[in-house]
């Protein structure tokens, strides 16, 4: 149903301002804010495990996104998605 399309996509959008406004920013990077830019949302009609739910995504496209939210041997982990989904995901 086209409502439930759009209400999952309200709420990713909910989750997504979270993220922006959780995301780390290095001013010493060569391009500071890139990360806290790059977040994006999505849905379809067409989701779950026999493509008949809606479903909406919530991703970050910068390639180092998942050392963000996980961490490396050098960087802790700052879990921006998973906050902003606790956050964030609430009836809002």
Known sequence: ??????????????IKGVAVALSPVDERSPHPGHYKASW???STARGGRRRDRAVAYVRNTSYYARWVEYGTEKVHAHHVLLRAAQMGGRNQ
Do not use: D, K, W
């Not at 149903?1 to 909910?14: N, S």
């Open 40 to 42: 994006e949302t999505s």
């Open 1 to 14: 149903m086209p409502g439930m399309q759009a209400e999952m996509l309200r709420r990713a959008e909910v």
